[in-house]
């Protein structure tokens, strides 16, 4: 081989595969709605699975994450996005070449309602993000935010009603107190936000969580 293209192969190579790999606008701003999710935490205590099938954190989470968020999010509609993209992660079985999608298939929209993310929901929607739209599950931004704030409102019940012991402590008692009620609030805000613009209010049932409904949401 030509002593140049040798030397320029793995270049052009790592340079290919960059491109090969390289993310769409409308993927970015998926990862941003999910960076959170993944790297910051600040005061958390695990519970159930939600609907997209992974273990969340109850998080405490200042305001000023979510402007942040917006400029992120505002970065990728300057390259494009599309705001309506729902997620795609494609799955192909190397032995049947069969493939399928195994992404939650979640909007920007119902990222923001699933986060809790009462500032990050109306900015989308003002950006004129669909309301309506769903994975196949049935779960639209609203149905998400109803869903954790009748659970984070049970929660927040539960943990009133708990006597203290020597295994559940004063101290994790408040604690969980202020992370339920950050919680329950945030979902609160975002489903009254968000029922007067949704056509389809109704909650799915899935085989791993039940939605309780026996609370309701205090809208002003």
Same mark, same amino acid.
């Given at each position: 081989? &030509?002593?140049?293209?040798?030397?320029a192969?793995?270049?052009?190579?790592?340079?290919?595969?960059?491109?090969?790999?390289?993310?769409?606008? #409308?993927?970015?701003?998926?990862?941003?709605?999910?960076e959170?999710?993944?790297?910051?935490?600040?005061?958390?205590?695990?519970i159930?699975?939600?609907?997209?099938?992974?273990?969340?954190?109850?998080?405490?989470?200042?305001?000023? #994450?979510?402007?942040?968020?917006i400029?992120?999010?505002?970065?990728?509609?300057?390259?494009?996005?599309?705001?309506?993209y729902?997620?795609?992660?494609? +799955?192909?079985?190397?032995?049947? &070449?069969?493939?399928? #999608?195994?992404?939650?298939?979640?909007?920007?929209?119902?990222?923001?309602?699933?986060e809790?993310?009462?500032?990050?929901?109306?900015?989308?929607?003002?950006?004129?993000?669909?309301? +309506?739209?769903?994975?196949?599950?049935?779960?639209?931004?609203?149905?998400?935010?109803?869903?954790? =704030?009748?659970?984070?409102?049970?929660y927040?019940?539960e943990?009133?009603?708990?006597?203290?012991?020597e295994?559940?402590?004063?101290?994790?008692?408040?604690?969980? =107190?202020?992370?339920? =009620?950050?919680?329950?609030? =945030?979902?609160?805000?975002?489903?009254?936000?968000?029922?007067?613009?949704?056509?389809?209010?109704?909650?799915?049932?899935?085989?791993?969580?039940?939605?309780?409904?026996n609370?309701?949401?205090?809208?002003?």
């Open positions: 081989m &030509h002593k140049p293209l040798k030397l192969l793995p270049i052009l190579l790592s340079f290919w595969c960059s491109m090969t790999v390289a993310k769409t606008a #409308d993927e970015k701003l998926i990862d941003i709605m999910k959170r999710h993944l790297s910051r935490i600040s005061m958390a205590t695990t159930i699975c939600p609907p997209a099938g992974m273990m969340m954190m109850a998080v405490s989470t200042p305001n000023e #994450d979510e402007n942040r968020m400029q992120k999010i505002n970065g990728t509609f300057q390259l494009g996005a599309n705001i309506d729902q997620e795609k992660i494609i +799955n192909c079985n190397k032995n049947t &070449h069969e493939c399928r #999608d195994i992404g939650s298939q979640y909007t920007a929209l119902m990222y923001a309602a699933y809790g993310l009462p500032k990050v929901v109306e900015f989308l929607v003002e950006k004129k993000a669909n309301t +309506n739209l769903k994975n196949p599950k049935g779960w639209n931004a609203y149905a998400l935010a109803e869903y954790y =704030r009748d659970q984070y409102t049970n927040l019940l943990n009133e009603n708990k006597p203290v012991t295994t559940f402590t004063q101290k994790q008692k408040d604690d969980r =107190r202020v992370i339920y =009620r950050d919680y329950a609030t =945030r979902y609160n805000q975002i489903a009254c936000y968000l029922k007067p613009i949704t056509e389809n209010t109704v909650v799915p049932s899935s085989w791993f969580s039940t939605y309780r409904g609370t309701k949401a205090l809208c002003n």
